[in-house]
């Protein structure tokens, strides 16, 4: 565990290495939101791509999520999680620094640039993976709402500067070379996280005649029996799915049919994301008054809606409409990862995170490359717009697995292991204990409901 002296104890930043971890995070998150801006323009105008090959390259973003998600938790439970956070942004670093000198040379196509999104995508599945599993190694678990709080509104921060920014070097530089400061970013992050010196636990080794597909098969069976996080994963899952839809399509919007400039796209993508961090700012805050349960259903009930005011959007003020529709959705997303998030980390023994946080991502980010498929072929056949009326409609749907689910009756998330009450393997008799109270809380809450909460990531 970190340690730090008394005095500053009671300050979330008085951790040394938690505030290097949000250091990171910050160069990092800089540099990926220019490329949120940077990466889509130098295909819509410098490659001239169809919408579908837009879908497609958002599809290559994400598709490591499907290839390697589930063994990557699997492989992180059996490493150090620190060096792999630092390789991870390494290797994501030489990726997109690629593109500047290939456009800069005449050689820039579209399928380098999709083989950087799925290489950026491989790494980030290991960082993502890793990164959640080893936030709980630097702060005491009554401090993770408060950490994935932080987390997040590092992240929403750098989701405001981060485009404007991005639109701008767009603007003045072109689209490849405004990359570069993705690249810097990582190789920047990296270097903070190597400066980390919280001592990690060594991971426990593979038990004699243990196979990977055992471990694996672990993980998806705590998630997929456990009857709060398999709703948590539907909920996501769907959230996801349209969400991918509208990261493929939205470039394509705003540059062919609300004819905006780059730096014009980087100032809404910024203004959009002041609700995500009034939402990170505040979902300690609605957590502690609502209860931790009734803010995860209660957020998309709330703000997903506004995903109608996408489609609406028009040019000159028009755009405002899509500016508060992102903008509100946003915040209801943020508040509810910061809850769920923080749940899933504490329910699960630590033994067994990577391979729960891999489990939720291959069925929560699976989704994403069918969603970008599904977006960019809908945006081909009928435009744009069509897409975005998909994605709002599909955006609607995202509360109801919640709201069929133990997550109605409870006001406050149980603590513990598994829903069945069965310890993994190697864990000690503690946490089995642990997860039988869990198992017991989240069961009755189970059996309160007319439906069963049907299975999900």
């Not at 997929?224 to 470039?251: C, D, K």
């Amino acid at each position: 565990m970190n340690h730090t002296p008394p005095s500053t104890r009671n300050r979330l930043l008085g951790f040394r290495d938690f505030r290097l971890l949000l250091s990171g995070a910050v160069a990092a998150q800089l540099g990926s939101q220019v490329t949120l801006v940077a990466l889509p323009l130098v295909a819509v105008v410098e490659l001239d791509a169809t919408p579908f090959q837009v879908g497609l390259l958002t599809a290559a973003e994400t598709a490591a999520f499907l290839l390697v998600g589930l063994p990557a938790g699997a492989w992180l439970d059996r490493m150090r999680k620190l060096p792999v956070l630092i390789r991870a942004d390494a290797v994501r670093c030489l990726a997109v620094g690629s593109i500047p000198p290939a456009a800069a040379l005449g050689g820039l196509t579209m399928a380098q640039l999709y083989a950087v999104a799925l290489v950026t995508g491989v790494a980030t599945v290991f960082f993502d993976v890793a990164h959640q599993s080893y936030l709980p190694a630097l702060l005491p678990r009554d401090r993770l709402v408060e950490g994935n709080g932080a987390v997040e509104t590092v992240r929403s921060a750098a989701q405001i500067a981060g485009p404007g920014l991005g639109g701008a070097l767009v603007q003045l530089l072109g689209a490849p070379l405004a990359i570069v400061a993705d690249a810097v970013g990582y190789l920047t992050s990296a270097v903070v996280l190597s400066r980390i010196r919280a001592e990690e636990e060594a991971p426990p080794a593979p038990e004699p005649g243990r196979s990977l597909r055992t471990e694996v098969a672990e993980g998806v069976r705590f998630v997929l029996r456990h009857p709060l996080l398999r709703v948590i994963a539907a909920a996501t899952a769907v959230s996801n799915l349209f969400a991918a839809v509208l990261m493929a399509v939205q470039t394509v919007f705003w540059v062919r049919v609300l004819e905006l400039s780059p730096a014009a796209i980087g100032v809404l993508l910024s203004v959009s994301a002041v609700g995500g961090l009034a939402g990170a700012l505040c979902a300690g805050r609605l957590a502690r008054r609502v209860g931790q349960a009734r803010l995860i259903w209660l957020a998309p009930v709330v703000t997903g809606p506004f995903a109608v005011l996408w489609p609406l959007a028009g040019g000159g003020a028009g755009v405002v409409l899509f500016a508060l529709g992102s903008g509100t959705v946003l915040f209801g997303a943020v508040a509810y990862n910061v809850a769920q998030v923080s749940f899933r980390q504490s329910v699960c023994p630590p033994g067994l995170l990577g391979r729960m946080n891999a489990t939720m991502r291959f069925l929560v980010w699976g989704t994403l490359p069918l969603g970008a498929l599904l977006g960019g072929a809908v945006a081909d056949a009928a435009g744009p717009r069509a897409a975005l009326w998909l994605c709002a409609a599909g955006f609607l749907t995202v509360p109801v697995p919640l709201l069929r689910s133990p997550l109605r009756r409870l006001r406050e998330l149980p603590a513990g292991a598994d829903a069945d009450g069965d310890a993994p393997a190697g864990e000690p008799a503690d946490a089995a204990a642990a997860a039988a109270a869990a198992a017991a809380a989240a069961a009755a809450a189970a059996d309160d409901l007319t439906d069963p909460a049907r299975p999900a990531r």
